[in-house]
């Protein structure tokens, strides 16, 4: 009899699937689950790698959610991560212009003040909160800094993101499809600022990129922004905290990385790997295709599981449910894979890398002093609130 789990639901995602995911590893790694019209959900990381690599059989077109069993009255906003060859190479070349490693480069100085002007305001030995009060300001203000908005808007964009992912979550009472208004309306009033005149922000690049004599219409330009804003505040974050988390659980690996801050790098790339910011994206399958046995059926939904793939022995090994800073080599999919592999990711590890130097510069101790709420969603199950009690790094040196 084959494992049945409810990986249609957010609590599955909150609590820990890693038992789950093993168990379907092993004895079912195309598992069909009935619920919300029905799915197929992959943990293989070769079968994922299959999937991810043939746009021709598996289409984004129709979103990339998991099926939430409502009946569809829309078809998908056009975006880059719902969008398919030849189209998807085209839109991905002209948005690269704005990510390339001399501007992601160039950035550094700008993301490691935002991250000081965040970090030199946290006191240590008091409770406070990790996840809100000092993690979740972070990315969205780097993103409305990238974009060239005003200081003043940032925690407004902190609201919109927030609405846009988490309207599954009873505490968020901005409506998603309020939160999209919100922004589109924004988004147009900064391409007609740029209009009058060009910024050195990516609003500017963007505007004024060109590949073969095409460039973005606006309506391409403001669903990229849309995309930038909820996918790459949202990730991060979760993985600056969930990667908190999993250093407090593994203290020795923690002081490790205390004493030695070269290992950073490597540690970023075990909690994207431990932790898996994203839990899924979805597919359409194009045609019947066999998988291991299983048929997948034209129109069918596959969801592939990254954190379930993300902990494969056949890949990692035997200690591939252990948490390790060494980690090499860590050929992790925590950004995808295929011609969606996310195209931010040198952001993401930017922040990363210089969130953990800066914090970790301070505080050599964190310790939580409550329970870890994690937010309600299938796709980002991100931590609302940790309340923690940090340990200045000099106090340690004077003792």
Not at 146 to 161: C, H, K, T, Y
Request: proline share 7%; charged share 25%.
């Amino acid at each position: 009899m084959e494992p049945n789990y409810p990986i249609h639901l957010p609590d599955f995602f909150i609590g820990d699937p890693a038992p789950a995911y093993r168990d379907l590893r092993r004895n079912s790694p195309v598992h069909w689950t009935s619920a919300n019209g029905g799915f197929w959900g992959i943990t293989r990381y070769e079968d994922i790698k299959f999937i991810g690599s043939r746009p021709h059989l598996f289409s984004s077109a129709k979103g990339v959610l998991m099926p939430d069993g409502k009946p569809r009255t829309v078809e998908p906003r056009p975006m880059l991560i719902t969008t398919d060859p030849p189209r998807h190479k085209a839109l991905r070349q002209l948005i690269s212009k704005g990510f390339t490693p001399k501007h992601i480069s160039a950035m550094e100085p700008d993301v490691r003040a935002i991250m000081r002007g965040v970090l030199d305001s946290v006191k240590p030995g008091i409770e406070l909160e990790y996840a809100e009060g000092i993690v979740a300001k972070v990315p969205v203000r780097i993103i409305a800094d990238m974009l060239g908005a005003p200081a003043e808007d940032w925690e407004q964009f902190r609201a919109w993101s927030d609405a846009s992912v988490g309207s599954a979550d009873p505490d968020i009472k901005l409506s998603s499809q309020d939160a999209f208004g919100a922004l589109t309306t924004y988004f147009r009033h900064l391409i007609e600022l740029r209009e009058q005149g060009r910024s050195n922000d990516l609003i500017s690049i963007l505007m004024d990129a060109e590949v073969d004599g095409e460039s973005l219409s606006h309506e391409e330009l403001i669903s990229f922004l849309h995309l930038l804003l909820v996918a790459g505040n949202e990730t991060t974050r979760n993985l600056i905290a969930l990667g908190t988390v999993a250093l407090i659980n593994h203290p020795a690996q923690l002081r490790m990385l205390v004493d030695d801050p070269s290992l950073i790098p490597t540690a970023i790339e075990e909690m994207l790997r431990y932790v898996s910011p994203v839990t899924h994206m979805t597919r359409w399958a194009t045609e019947d295709v066999e998988l291991r046995g299983k048929t997948i059926k034209k129109g069918q939904a596959v969801v592939l599981l990254y954190g379930a793939a993300n902990r494969d022995e056949d890949v990692f090994g035997d200690t591939a449910e252990q948490f390790d800073i060494t980690r090499r080599p860590n050929p992790h999919l925590a950004f995808g894979t295929g011609e969606h592999a996310c195209l931010g990711l040198s952001l993401a590890r930017l922040e990363a890398r210089v969130f953990f130097e800066e914090f970790l510069a301070r505080f050599d101790r964190i310790e939580l002093t409550g329970e870890v709420v994690r937010m309600r969603s299938t796709m980002v199950p991100g931590i609302r609130t940790m309340p923690v009690r940090l340990g200045a790094a000099n106090e340690s040196a004077v003792r």
